[in-house]
């Protein structure tokens, strides 16, 4: 079982910045891929970011904006966001999954809101 916790949402201007935090917790050692996506109200839940053995991939809403990085000592991920747009307001939620000799399971946070408004 592995147990993901995200932090560091809240509300920021337009052009702003914030760090999301994902701890892990558990059987870490069964982790390969680790990601954040989001999702604004009516909206399906779409990818922001995964890192997985240092190959990062990011959604092209958020290139050049948006960085994630990964903590292996602290089984933390984090993702940078900066130049923050009205339209990244969305629950951000982290996720991790398990190699297949694991079971290749996915494990959710319970998200952490990020608001951009003036």
């Known amino acids: 079982q592995v147990q993901v916790v995200e932090s560091g949402g809240g509300l920021v201007q337009p052009g702003g910045s914030l760090r999301l935090s994902c701890a892990a917790s558990?059987?870490?050692?069964?982790?390969?891929?680790m990601g954040w996506y989001r999702q604004a109200p009516g909206n399906q839940r779409e990818l922001v970011a995964t890192?997985?053995?240092?190959?990062?991939n990011y959604a092209d809403s958020v290139k050049g904006r948006f960085t994630i990085s990964r903590d292996n000592a602290k089984d933390t991920v984090y993702l940078q966001m900066n130049s923050l747009k009205p339209e990244d307001t969305a629950v951000y939620y982290c996720?991790?999954?398990?190699?297949?000799?694991?079971?290749?399971?996915?494990?959710w946070g319970q998200g952490t809101q990020v608001t951009v408004s003036l």
């Open positions: 996720n991790a999954n398990t190699t297949p000799f694991y079971g290749g399971r996915t494990y």
């Open positions: 558990g059987s870490t050692f069964t982790i390969n891929t």
């Open positions: 890192i997985a053995s240092g190959r990062t």
